[in-house]
């Protein structure tokens, strides 16, 4: 299994981003797909993810801002990212689990940076 993930970028406090992960390879019928994000000292912490029954979460941090939508037929993650604050700069990591939100095998991209400044 194979993530790439784009679009990340510089953007002001107040705007708006749109993620993008294509998921490639073995794809199993039973996912979860979501977004990661790692500041600078910090761990990651998960974003927002979305299972394939179309089931999401949401950090708290990110509720009302983000919006996670998959595209089952290209095997693709989104994440429409509006509202941008400063806290919101961190490397964006795309996640496919082989499995359900409890327990499965994770596979990971390679992180697309985000920076919110003015």
């Known amino acids: 299994v194979q993530l790439q993930a784009s679009g990340g970028g510089l953007v002001q406090p107040g705007g708006s981003l749109t993620l993008s992960c294509v998921v490639s390879g073995s794809i199993f019928s039973i996912n979860v797909m979501g977004w990661y994000r790692q500041a600078p000292g910090k761990q990651r912490d998960l974003v927002a993810l979305v299972t394939s029954g179309g089931s999401t979460n949401y950090a708290d941090s990110v509720k009302g801002r983000f919006t996670i939508s998959r595209d089952n037929a290209k095997n693709t993650v989104y994440l429409q990212m509006n509202s941008l604050k400063p806290d919101d700069t961190a490397v964006y990591y795309c996640?496919?689990?082989?499995?359900?939100?409890?327990?499965?095998?994770?596979?990971w991209g390679q992180g697309t940076q985000v920076t919110v400044s003015s």
């Open positions: 996640n496919y689990r082989r499995g359900t939100i409890i327990t499965g095998i994770d596979y």
